[in-house]
C-alpha cells in the first residue's frame, strides 16, 4: 500500500483538491439539507466542510488509508448522532467514499483512461458520461436489489417501515418465508413448477439437439425456412401463442391437462436449445466424426462418444435455457393449464393481482438467488467450452 | 486411375459415373439431415403452429349461426334478399322447430351469446324465447295427422320413412326434426325406439307436406296426408313468437340473423378495426364504441417509446462495456444478464414495489421533502408505470445486440477521424455511431417485437390507460368469452409481429440471434 502511494503523489493543486472535496460534500449536503427542509443551508455547509476536509486529507494527513480511517469513523460517530444505526451507516458509507474521491482526484487517477491532451471540458464529459452509465446500471439492478430486504419485512407492507430503516430486529422476521414453506398454495405451485419444467426441458433438450445436429449438416434443404419456423416459438408474442395453444388444445382436449402445459412449454422452451446447441456446433470439427469412423466406431458410439462430450455445454446451456424459460413461463401456462397445473409463477401473478402478499417477494428473493446461480454456471460452461475449443477466456 | 480413359466419364471406385455417385451421396446426406430433423419439425408443427393456424381459422368461423338454426336459415337465404326483412309465417314455423330442438341441446344459449357480441339483447331473447317454445302447445298437429292416418302416432312408421330412401328428398324437414329427436332422447340415455314421437315433429311434417308438389314418388301414407294438410288447423307461430318477445317482429334482429349466416364471416376482424358488418354493408361504429382503433394506436406507440428509451439507456452502457477491457467489460455485463436472468414475475413485482404510492421512489421523495407526504406521485396503474417497468425488462435485449455490434468495431477509426481533425462529436457521429447502427436496428426491432405483444407487466402495473391489444385479447378470451374477436385481433397482430419478423430477418438473420454470454 505504501508503495502504491509513492508510485501516486499528489499531482493537482490545492483549489482542485477543495473543490473537489467542496463539490462532492456539497451534492450530500444538499441531499442532507433536503430531508431536513433546509436544501440551502446543506449545500454551503456541505461545500465549506467538505473543502476544509479535503484539504487537511490531503494536505496533513498525506496517507489514504490513515484519512479513510479517520473520515469513517467520524461519518460514523456524527451520523449515529443523527439518525442512530441508518445514520452511522450512511456516514460511514459517506466518509470512506468521499476519502476515495478526494485521492482519486488529488493523485491524478481520473485522467487514467483520458489521452493527457485531453482539455478539462472533455475530462469533465467524460466523468459526466461514466456518472450517466452507472445511473442506468443502477436503474437496472435495484429493483432487484430492492425487493431483498423488503423480503424480510415484519409487517405485512410491501414498503420499508422505520423499524427496517433503524435496523431494529423488531422490524425483521423471517415470516414471509415461513409462510412460503408452508402455505399449501404456494407449495403446491413449487411442486407443480418442478413437475412440468424438467419433463418440458428433457422433452426440447432431446428433440431440439437432434434437430441442431441435422441443420448443422453441410447440406440441408430449405434450411432458412425449417429454421424460422423452429424459431418462431421464440419471436411469436406469448399472448398468441396462448391464445392459439387454448383454442387448439381445448379442441383436442389437452387444455387443463399436465400434458398439454408440458408440450406448450417444451414447444417454447425448444428454439434455445436450437440457437445454443446450432452456436456450439459451428466450432465443432466434422474430421473428428470421420475420424472416429474411420476407427471403426458405429454412428451412435460416435456421437455419444466424440460428439456429445465436445458440444455437452452448449446443450447443457440450452438445457438451462429452456428449463428457465419453462419455470419462469406465465402467460401460456394460464390459458393452457387449469388449477391443477397452477405454476410458481401463475400463483405470484394472481398474487400480485389479487391478494398482496409479501410473500411474493420472499419467493423473488429465491429466485434471484436461484438465477445467479444459474448465471454462474452458464458462465462456467461458457469458458469450458472455449476452453475446449482452444479459445482462451477472456 | 491410371486405367481410366480419357474420353469417358470419370468413374467412382464402385464403377459408377463419379457425377452420379456424388449426387447418391449428396441426397443421402441431404435425407440423413432432414430425418435428424424431422422429429422435431413434426413436434413444433404439431403443438405450436397448428394452434396458430387454428387461431387464424376461428377468427373467421361462424357455423354457430348456421348449425343451431339450420332449417330457418335455409328458408331465409332461399328467399334471398327479395324476402322481407321480418319473414312470414313459414320461417317462424321452422324457427319453432329449430328452437324447439336447440333448447334440448341447450345450444339457443350459445348460439344468444354468439350473436349478442353482434347486437346486445339477443343472449336474454334467446334464453327466452328457448324456455318458452318448449311449453308452447302445438299437439294440434299431431292429433290432426293422427285423424288423417293412426300410423302416425307409431315410431315404427317414423322409422321405416327415415330407413327409405326418397323420404329424405320429400320431407327434408321431417326427418331433420325426427333425427335430430333420435339423437338428443337417446343423449338423455332413452331408447327412441320406445318413445313416441314428440309434438315438433309434426310442425315439420306439416310444412313439408304444404311445401310439397309432387307426390308421384311418394307412399301412400304421405299422399293421403298431403292431400289433407292444407285444411289443417294451423297454429300462428309468428304470433306465438312476437307473444314472446316482441323483439321477434324487430327488424334488427332478423337483420344480425341474416347478416351472420354465412359459414365464415369478415365480422370479427372487421370488429377488430372498429367497423361492424350491418344488414347494407360496413360501417364505422358509433364513436363510443370505438375501442381497438385507439388500443392498436397506444400499444404502436408505448412500444415506440419503450424502445427509444431502450436505444437511450442502452446505447451508452453498451458503448461503456465495448470500449472498457474484457475483465471489466464483464463484470459490467453481469449487472445487465442479472436482470435479464431474473424471472420476470419478480422484476414486475419489484417495480409494483418500486413506483406505488406507498413505495420506495414516492418514500424517497417525501423523505427528500421533494413532495409532500398528500402530494405522493402516481407513477403506477398507467402509461408511465408500464413504459418505465417494461423499459426496465427489455433493456438487456438491446444492450446485448448493441454490445456486440460495438465490440467489433475498431477503436483506431475513431482515432484516426481524431487525427485528421474532428471534434469528438464529429468523430462520433460520423465515423463511430454509422458502424453501430445494426445494432441498433436489431435491438429496436427486438425490443419492439417482444414489447407489442406484452401481457404480463401491463396487466400488474399498467392499470386501464397502461395495457395492450394483448390485455384486450386476454380479456376476450377468459372474461367475455368472446373467441371469435380473441383470434381475429390476434391475428392482427400476428401480422405486425410476423411484417417485423421478416424485416427483422432480412437485416440480422435468424441464427444471428445472441443469447447474452
Known sequence: MNAQKIENPIVVSNQLVAGGGAFFAAVFGLLYGMTQNIPLIGVIGG??????????????????????????????????????ISGAIIGAIFGWVFTWFVFWLATGKYRRRLPSYATPGQVLWHHTFVVICWAIFIFLITPIIVVMPLSFNAENFFTFTPAMLNFDPAGYSLKHYEDFFT?????????????????????????????????????????????????????????????????????????????????????????????????????????????????????????????????????????????????????????????????????????????????ILAVATILVVLSILMLTTLEMLRRRSERLRGISPG | MSDSTNNGPVLAADGTPLKRSLRRSLRLQKFRALLLIAPLLAFILITFIAPIADM????????????????????????????????????????????????????????????????????????????????LDVEVYK?????????????????????????????????????????????????PDKEAPEDFIYVALYDDLIALDDVTSANDLIRKSADAAPDFETVNFKEAF???????????????????????????????????????????????????????MRTLFMSLVITACAVLLGYPIAWLMANRPMREANLLMIMVLLPFWTSLLVRTSAWKVMLQQQGVINDTLVWLNLVDEAGRLVLINNQFGTIVAMTHILLPFMVLPLYSVMRTIPES????????????WTAFWRVYFPQSVPGIGAGSILVFILSIGYYITPEIVGGTTGTFISNRIAYHISSSLNWGLAAALGTILLAVVLLLYWVYDRIVGIDNVKLGG
Open chain 1, 47 to 84: 461545500m465549506a466542510l467538505g473543502a476544509v476536509a479535503a484539504f487537511a486529507i490531503v494536505k496533513i494527513a498525506k496517507s489514504r488509508r490513515i484519512s479513510q480511517f479517520g473520515m469513517v469513523a467520524l461519518g460514523l460517530i456524527v451520523g449515529y448522532l443523527q439518525a442512530r
Open chain 1, 183 to 359: 402455505n399449501s398454495d404456494w407449495q403446491g405451485a413449487i411442486k407443480n413448477s418442478f413437475a412440468i419444467a424438467p419433463v418440458a426441458t428433457l422433452l426440447s433438450v432431446s428433440l431440439g439437439t437432434l434437430a441442431a445436429i441435422g441443420l448443422s449438416q453441410p447440406f440441408v434443404p430449405f434450411r432458412r425456412a425449417i429454421m424460422a419456423i423452429l424459431i418462431s416459438p421464440m419471436i411469436m408474442p406469448l399472448i398468441i401463442s396462448a391464445a392459439g395453444m387454448y383454442f387448439f388444445y381445448s379442441r383436442v382436449g389437452l387444455q387443463g391437462t399436465y400434458l398439454g402445459v408440458v408440450l406448450a412449454h417444451a414447444a417454447l422452451g425448444i428454439p434455445f436449445v436450437i440457437i445454443t446447441v446450432t452456436a456450439t456446433l459451428v466450432g465443432f470439427d466434422h474430421s473428428l466424426t470421420r475420424a472416429s469412423a474411420s476407427l471403426g466406431a458405429n454412428p451412435v458410439k460416435t456421437f455419444f462418444r466424440v460428439q456429445m462430450p465436445l458440444i455437452l455445454p452448449g446443450v447443457i446451456a440450452g438445457g438451462l435455457f429452456a428449463f428457465i424459460t419453462s419455470f419462469d413461463e406465465v402467460v401460456v401456462v394460464l390459458f393452457v393449464g387449469s388449477a391443477g397445473q397452477k405454476t410458481l409463477p401463475w400463483q405470484m401473478f394472481t398474487g400480485l393481482r389479487e391478494q398482496i402478499s409479501p410473500t
Open chain 2, 56 to 135: 387464424l381459422f376461428r377468427s373467421v368461423e361462424n357455423k354457430i349461426v348456421e348449425e343451431t338454426l339450420p332449417q330457418t336459415i335455409a328458408l331465409i337465404d332461399a328467399g334471398g334478399p327479395i324476402e322481407t326483412i321480418v319473414p312470414n309465417q313459414k320461417v317462424f314455423s321452422a324457427l319453432y322447430v329449430d328452437m324447439f330442438v336447440a333448447a334440448e341441446n341447450k345450444e339457443h344459449t350459445r348460439l344468444g351469446t354468439r350473436l349478442n357480441y353482434e347486437q346486445s339483447g339477443i343472449s336474454s331473447l334467446f334464453r327466452k324465447s328457448g324456455r318458452r317454445v318448449a311449453r
Open chain 2, 143 to 191: 292429433k290432426q295427422f293422427e285423424e288423417v292416418d293412426p300410423q302416425w302416432a307409431d315410431v315404427a312408421t317414423w322409422q321405416s320413412l327415415a330407413e327409405s330412401a326418397n323420404s329424405a328428398e320429400l320431407l327434408p324437414r321431417a326427418m331433420w326434426a325426427y333425427n335430430a329427436w333420435r339423437d338428443y332422447v337417446r343423449a338423455d340415455g332413452d331408447n
Open chain 2, 242 to 296: 312476437v307473444k314472446f318477445d316482441k323483439d321477434w317482429a324487430s327488424e334488427n334482429v332478423w337483420k344480425t340473423l341474416r347478416t351472420y349466416s354465412t359459414p365464415y364471416t369478415e365480422g370479427y376482424f372487421l370488429n377488430a378495426i372498429d367497423f361492424q358488418k350491418d344488414f347494407d354493408g360496413y360501417s364505422l361504429r358509433p364513436d363510443n364504441q370505438r375501442i381497438y382503433g385507439v388500443l392498436f
Open chain 2, 413 to 424: 477509426y475513431t482515432r484516426a477521424a481524431k487525427s485528421l481533425g474532428a471534434t469528438n
